[in-house]
């Protein structure tokens, strides 16, 4: 009979349809108008309840159902929804929420596909719009949440655009230092994103890192040795001090009189008293009859490399073979 089943035949059942509610609770209370829309909230809904002062307008496509400023999560899913279709969080803003530490910008990164028309945010300083042509689908995290891009891409492209090469340098051996990804891993990354900028530049930073170095400064003491003929060091050495904690040394070289040479290199925050004050104490836990600790600063690395290459050779580290 019409209207009816054929025998054996069972009708697809579709899947429910979530609410706006619920898909503005995903979003952190954002929707865009075309998903409430499809969700029976037209235009004229989403006007009464701006006029009512429960919802407010953040540009022409995303409505916030909730009033006041925004904060940092909500900021970058008005970037991502404002941006449109497969536009994700790049650079540091997608590095930051997969674990990167100690890299916070204020200002929230959104990589946008090249075609999709999508101006700047008027009244929104925080949010900078970035256009490619680069696949965005391939470089996007499977992960829930706000898309952003995996933190291979993302710290690669951060590190390529950077004026400064130290800056580069350090984003790379920061992921890698804080076990977020490995030095292959971002090699083979570089080559997945060609073209790239300062590709041989972080080529040459990912082999030295892959080899042991674990920050930036170490990536300085590699250079200064191979710039000077000395002997690289050994590095990130165990060593039980004279209160029997154990520490990780920077540096090490083995000297001809059967001693050892320890350089601790001290970043910007030792100025403070109290990292200072602790340093200090390290250094006299950590000087032994058989092991000579001395101390030289990132900024001597990275500008006087020839003056503490001296003073190392002056203290007997041997010269490369």
Not at 26 to 33: E, F, H, P, S
Not at 99 to 113: N, Q, S
Not at 255 to 273: K, P, S, W
Request: glycine share 8%.
């Amino acid at each position: 009979m019409e209207g009816h089943s054929p025998r054996g035949f069972r009708r697809p059942t579709l899947a429910p349809v979530d609410s706006w509610q619920q898909v503005a609770a995903r979003q952190a209370g954002l929707a865009t108008r075309a998903q409430l829309a499809a969700r029976g909230v037209d235009r004229f809904g989403v006007r009464n309840q701006v006029a009512a002062g429960r919802w407010v307008c953040w540009g022409p496509t995303v409505v916030a159902t909730t009033t006041g400023d925004l904060h940092r999560h909500q900021l970058q899913w008005l970037g991502v929804l404002h941006a449109g279709r497969h536009a994700i969080l790049g650079d540091l803003s997608a590095a930051e929420p997969a674990g990167l530490e100690h890299w916070h910008r204020d200002v929230v990164t959104v990589w946008v596909p090249d075609e999709n028309d999508a101006d700047d945010l008027v009244g929104v300083p925080a949010l900078r719009f970035v256009r490619t042509r680069r696949p965005l689908v391939r470089l996007r995290a499977a992960v829930p949440g706000v898309p952003r891009a995996g933190i291979e891409p993302a710290v690669l492209h951060f590190a390529a655009y950077q004026p400064s090469a130290r800056t580069a340098q350090g984003v790379v051996a920061a992921a890698v230092q804080q076990r977020l990804t490995t030095a292959e891993d971002l090699l083979g990354w570089v080559d997945r994103m060609r073209p790239l900028r300062r590709a041989p530049l972080l080529r040459e930073a990912l082999g030295e890192i892959a080899g042991g170095a674990h920050s930036v400064a170490e990536l300085d003491v590699n250079r200064l040795c191979r710039d000077h003929g000395l002997a690289r060091p050994a590095r990130q050495v165990r060593r039980r001090d004279a209160r029997g904690a154990l520490r990780f040394t920077d540096c090490e070289w083995r000297l001809a009189d059967g001693r050892t040479l320890v350089l601790e290199i001290d970043g910007a925050f030792h100025l403070d008293v109290r990292h200072w004050e602790d340093d200090l104490a390290r250094h006299r836990a950590l000087t032994a009859r058989d092991r000579l600790v001395v101390r030289c600063t990132a900024r001597e690395l990275r500008e006087e490399p020839a003056r503490v290459a001296a003073d190392l050779r002056a203290l007997g580290v041997p010269l490369a073979a």
